[in-house]
Structures are given as C-alpha cells and as structure tokens.
C-alpha cells in the first residue's frame, strides 16, 4: 500500500457501519408498510366487492318488482362470505320507483398494539333505466 492509500483508509476508519443501519431502517420501515398492506388491502378488497353485491342487488330488485326486504334478505345470506359483522345496519328503501340500500359496518383491524377501525357507510341505487313501469 502507498501512502495515499494509506491516508483515505485512515481517514474513512470511523464511517464504518453506517449504511447498515440506514439499510435496517429502511427494512423495518418497507416491512412494516408491507404488513399494514397485508392486513388492510383484504378488508378493502371485500368491502369493493360488498358494494358491488349491493348495487346488483338493488338493481334485481327494482327490475324484478321485488320488495325492498328481499334486499336485506340477500345481503344478510352474504355477511359471512365477505367478512362482514353480524350486526351490520342494512336499511333499504324505495324512493320514485328506485330501490336503494345503505350498509353501515365498523370492522376492527389489528395492528402491533393499534386497533385501527375501519368503517363502512355505502348507499347502492338502482339505475333509473331497469325501473318497472
């Protein structure tokens, strides 16, 4: 080794092990959003496709001239499938020959010693056009 060598080794002596621990945090840091992730995007998955179930059914019911209980009735048969509590608020109406139905739900995700809540509020109409006349 020269003497120039010699010096920047000497003078980097002391930088050792520092991108170690930016390379730890940024672990930590991609582990923990990627667990968050894991946890949140399937009750968010359900309750897209829960919306989707309720517009098909509320637009069933109103091309079918089915009355608006049916509308619970289908969507209470489903709580299970989509992972949705038992005591979710399912309150249907009928307004100007369009049925409607609004779901209200609180489900609870668990986080490391975080109980996020995570709440549903959704209202599905019937289109206008499949009305009965």
């Known amino acids: 080794m020269n003497q120039r060598s010699l010096d920047r080794w000497q003078a980097r002596r002391g930088e050792h092990g520092g991108s170690r ?3 730890l945090i940024v672990v930590v ?3 923990l959003t990627a667990y968050a992730g894991y946890m949140f995007i399937p009750v968010q998955f359900d309750a897209m496709r829960f919306k989707d179930l309720m517009q098909h059914d509320a637009d069933v019911a109103a091309t079918q001239g089915y009355p608006i209980t049916w509308i619970t009735d289908q969507l209470k048969k489903s709580l299970v499938e ?3 509590p038992a005591d979710a608020k399912i309150t ?11 779901v209200e739900y609180t489900r ?3 986080f490391f010693g975080y109980t996020y809540e ?16």
């Open 118 to 133: 995570y709440e549903f509020d959704h209202t599905a109409r019937s289109t206008a056009f499949l009305t009965v006349k």
């Open 108 to 110: 609870p995700i668990e």
């Open 82 to 84: 989509f992972n949705i």
């Open 92 to 102: 249907p109406t009928q307004q100007d020959n369009r049925m409607a139905v609004r």
């Open 29 to 31: 840091v991609l582990g």
């Open 21 to 23: 621990l930016k390379f």
